[in-house]
């Protein structure tokens, strides 16, 4: 976006691309009319006339390309806060759409002085005696959080409204020295608190870069300056070593016939002082970074071309970024890296498509730019995704509102649950009151137990879900179950809450995870009625994964080793000859009889019987053998109508595609209402059919005996471990030779 302004209606027209048709630029001059007329004689602090700031951000609209009525609203956007022209007459003279947005604008001006008042001075400037700088800072970021959350309640379902908020605030930040002191220094803290965070999550990098050192200079005028200066200082040595670094980067990707566009980057000041106090860094180091972007034709050649530079410059670790195969939250795109130049100072290097770049540079404003173009799709798809976000309605009270529309399934990736306080909680989606706790604090995770969300009880699996309030019921003491890290439970979906679990089972001492990593294998290898290991087999087993037994028993009590891979493990290499199961592994060539599907059996291998030969259509049976897989036999046969050992028989089908097999089950509980109900929920969510059901009931404790048809014994132990975690349940397990 160039700071270079239109201070005439004339020059906004003449930077309008040819898209924009006669009518287009009748109505943003008619738009500028009414504009001018209604803001007559209105000055702004810099003394400069009113509609001045109009024109500057309708011009910044028109530089994002935005459609007509967003570009005139642009200009009418302070005439229903500040003059005489009502909403009414914006509807009659330009119709509902810039009237809309016109209205949007007003809202969101007039919201955020609802966080100005006492409320803000009673959060910022009375802490409590004991508050320290940690804090405060936490004080903030809720004020924060909750301007953002009260933001976007004010934004109507447009995000186009925000667009012009945002180049609002920018040119307000550009002429923000003409206002007294305190003043600026409000103005500023907020664009940095909320303004500059809403650009990002839009991903317009450009609108946040400038928006954030803007603010910086009247937030910490000492450090700005300093940074400034120094950046300065080195200004013309950096160029002539840029240019240098370009001119060599260029020759080494042709060289590899790579088509590469390649220029500078500025360093924002606000960047680097975070680089500084984030990661620790001395300004020096930060200093002397130079930047380079790559534009290259497609996907493959940003990979070739950081390979490329890879192999000559030797890589800074922990500074590679991939962002194409993982975009951020705001679908930002790019390759990240940082080498050593032959200076021994650092180059940083972004490698992107030109479609990722103009991504980066205009964010959402980007569907607009590629209205006629190819993108549609996916730009629509942000577009709808934002719009919803914001469809809630005005009333600030009301936050049932908020939370009714913000249960709409709009973010893909993330869901935004509040605590009890208010504050937003940021979220991958899928994620449970486990993460959730986690996320608020680790002591509140580890001592966890039970969940409310919207004031009820929810189980801990419960999939959060946007908008909704989440309290945690903690206990005094105690830690994590195991179970959490059971990852077919779905209790926990964060890397982070994982890790921290992980983190309480290693504190715990090495005896103690040592019982537990045997009580757990043995446990379920009863449950899944497997055969006991034999020492050489549990041997093998830990040696797979690169421990001792008794190294292989810690890892599993303390969560670095999973269950479920330990049951996948299990299902590969058991060498019962439990027919059910498992089938021999065998080294014969498959038979040609392959299309016969075996139920019950994984891979089974399978001959046709030669007595009765049967071919597709006939009645067919199976029976096991040892080591060969199954025989396939007419129903009718002799040979087996003479079987007595009728348990080795399996029903086998002609090629049909979904195999599972029957197995007993048993389930033992305290009795409770609506424990059959869950169970049966549970089983259908896995798609399981239930072929048989009794239960028994002694005292009150309640016996429920399935047969339940399975595809493999990973599911078995996934559904076993689930119906654990049913409230009041004891045990769920298979019942042997049932
Ligand atoms: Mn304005």
Redo the contacts with the bound molecule.
């Keep these: 976006m160039k700071k270079v302004s239109p201070y005439t209606i004339e020059d906004l027209l003449d930077k309008l691309s040819d898209d924009y048709t006669p009518a287009d630029r009748d109505l943003i001059r008619r738009a500028h009319r009414l504009a001018e007329e209604a803001h007559e004689g209105q000055r702004r602090a810099s003394g400069e006339p009113y509609i001045n700031?109009?024109l500057v951000?309708a011009s910044m609209l028109a530089d994002l390309h935005l459609p007509t009525d967003t570009i005139a609203a642009g200009l009418l956007?302070?005439t229903v806060e500040d003059t005489a022209v009502t909403a009414e007459d914006l509807l009659q003279d330009f119709g509902e759409d810039v009237a809309k947005l016109v209205q949007g604008v007003t809202k969101l001006?007039q919201l955020p002085r609802v966080s100005r008042g006492e409320h803000r001075e009673e959060l910022l400037n009375s802490p409590a005696p004991e508050a320290d700088e940690q804090d405060l800072r936490t004080r903030k970021r809720d004020l924060a959080n909750e301007t953002l959350r009260k933001t976007f309640l004010a934004m109507d379902e447009d995000v186009r409204v925000v667009l012009i908020k945002l180049t609002?605030r920018l040119?307000?930040m550009r002429t923000l020295g003409f206002f007294p002191e305190a003043k600026r220094r409000r103005i500023a803290q907020e664009t940095l608190d909320i303004f500059a965070p809403l650009a990002n999550r839009l991903g317009m990098w450009q609108i946040k870069w400038e928006l954030e050192d803007l603010a910086f200079r009247y937030v910490n005028p000492e450090k700005y300056k300093e940074i400034a200066d120094q950046l300065s200082e080195r200004r013309e040595t950096r160029e002539v070593q840029i240019k240098g670094i370009i001119d060599h980067f260029f020759q080494v990707l042709k060289d590899a016939g790579i088509e590469v566009e390649i220029s500078g980057r500025p360093k924002h000041i606000y960047s680097i002082f975070r680089k500084m106090t984030e990661r620790g860094k001395p300004f020096e180091l930060v200093r002397d970074i130079r930047a380079v972007r790559l534009i290259v034709p497609d996907v493959p050649s940003c990979y070739a071309a950081l390979g490329v530079i890879h192999t000559h410059w030797r890589p800074l670790p922990n500074e590679f970024d991939d962002y194409i195969a993982a975009p951020k939250d705001n679908f930002y795109q790019s390759l990240h890296t940082a080498v050593i130049y032959d200076d021994g100072k650092p180059v940083e290097v972004q490698i992107r498509t030109a479609d990722m770049d103009t991504n980066a540079e205009f964010g959402i404003a980007a569907h607009w730019r590629y209205k006629e173009g190819g993108h549609r799709d996916k730009y629509d798809e942000r577009v709808n995704y934002l719009r919803q976000m914001m469809e809630w309605r005005q009333d600030v009270e009301d936050a049932q509102e908020f939370v009714d529309s913000m249960k709409t399934d709009v973010f893909k990736d993330r869901v935004y649950v509040f605590t009890p306080r208010g504050d937003i909680i940021d979220l991958p989606s899928g994620s449970t009151p486990i993460d959730f706790a986690y996320h608020v604090h680790t002591s509140i995770g580890d001592r966890c137990r039970g969940a409310k969300v919207n004031g009820k009880l929810v189980p801990l699996e419960y999939g959060l879900k946007t908008g909704e309030q989440v309290e945690i019921l903690t206990a005094k003491h105690g830690g994590p179950s195991r179970d959490w890290l059971n990852p077919s439970l779905g209790l926990v979906r964060t890397q982070r809450a994982r890790a921290k679990i992980r983190n309480w089972f290693k504190r715990q001492d090495r005896e103690q995870n040592l019982a537990q990593g045997r009580g757990m294998l043995e446990h379920e290898i009863a449950r899944l009625g497997l055969r006991e290991l034999s020492q050489q087999n549990l041997e093998a087993l830990a040696h797979h994964f690169d421990r001792n037994v008794e190294e292989f028993y810690i890892a599993l009590g303390c969560g670095d080793i999973s269950i479920g891979r330990v049951v996948n493990l299990l299902l590969e290499t058991e060498e019962s000859d439990d027919m059910l199961l498992f089938v021999p592994p065998t080294s014969e060539p498959p038979s040609p009889t392959d299309a016969v599907t075996v139920l019950g059996l994984k891979d089974a291998l399978t001959n046709m019987a030669r007595c009765c030969n049967p071919t597709p259509g006939d009645e067919i049976i199976g029976y096991i053998t040892r080591g060969r897989g199954a025989t396939i036999h007419r129903q009718d046969c002799p040979n087996i109508l003479r079987i007595r050992d009728r348990e080795r028989l399996v029903k086998v089908s002609w090629g049909e595609k979904v195999r599972t097999f029957p197995v007993p089950v048993r389930l033992t509980a305290y009795d409770r209402q609506g424990l059959m109900g869950d169970v049966t929920n549970l089983l259908d969510s896995e798609g399981v059919n239930i072929r048989d059901a009794s239960a028994r009931t002694s005292k009150n404790l309640a016996e429920l005996r399935l047969v339940i048809d399975v595809k493999d014994l990973a599911q078995l132990s996934r559904i076993l471990a689930r119906m654990e975690n049913l409230p009041n349940v004891l045990e769920a397990v298979r019942v042997k030779g049932g």
Excluded: R, S, W
Aim: charged fraction near 20%; glycine fraction near 0%; hydrophobic fraction near 10%.
């Design positions: 700031h109009c951000v956007h302070d001006t609002d040119h307000n």
